[in-house]
């Protein structure tokens, strides 16, 4: 009678397991989409804020003062004036666009494509020298500057937040 049940189909316990395991990779999935898409959000917050300082301060097509929000603490011209802010000669938020734009590329091609380690390791590489930058950028501003860029400070911690999604994004993938 076993035989038969065997020869029929799947024991209920297989069964079981099978479902399961279809559950579980359906959540890792739904995981690693949305650690995906938590990444894909902070680098589009952070090219947001990067843009606006290219639109402001090198094609002055927006006005800088709208970045000196009332108190003297908020002052980009402070910040963007000051000797930190170029590094070669060009502005360090130039550097920034073409991070995000590389970030946002090897995003695109994460999803898009079944070999996603390498892409995954490269993003990560940049991602930690980006990030490495970031803090360091806003010990200066904090610490040494005392003046707040909000657009820089959102695009920096916007930077750094992608770090341990990141993480999480490449633990749930491989899960799948």
Do not use: W
Request: charge should be positive.
């Amino acid at each position: 009678m076993e035989d038969k049940k065997v020869s029929r189909g799947l024991d209920k316990n297989t069964k079981k397991n099978l479902k399961s395991n279809i559950i579980q990779k359906k959540e890792n999935t739904s995981n690693s989409n949305l650690y995906f898409y938590l990444i894909l959000l902070f680098s589009l917050v952070a090219l947001a804020g990067v843009l606006y300082l290219v639109f402001s301060f090198s094609m002055r097509l927006i006005p800088e003062t709208l970045c000196n929000i009332g108190s003297s603490r908020f002052n980009c011209t402070n910040i963007l004036t000051s000797t930190y802010a170029r590094f070669y000669g060009q502005y360090l938020y130039l550097y920034g666009l073409f991070f995000l734009v590389i970030e946002l590329a090897l995003l695109a091609f994460i999803k898009h494509y079944k070999n996603k380690a390498i892409l995954f390791y490269s993003f990560f590489a940049i991602l930690l020298i980006g990030s490495a930058i970031s803090v360091y950028l806003l010990f200066i501003e904090f610490s040494v500057l005392i003046f707040i860029c909000l657009p820089c400070t959102i695009s920096l911690i916007s930077i750094l937040a992608m770090l341990p999604f990141s993480f999480l994004y490449r633990y749930y993938s491989k899960k799948q």
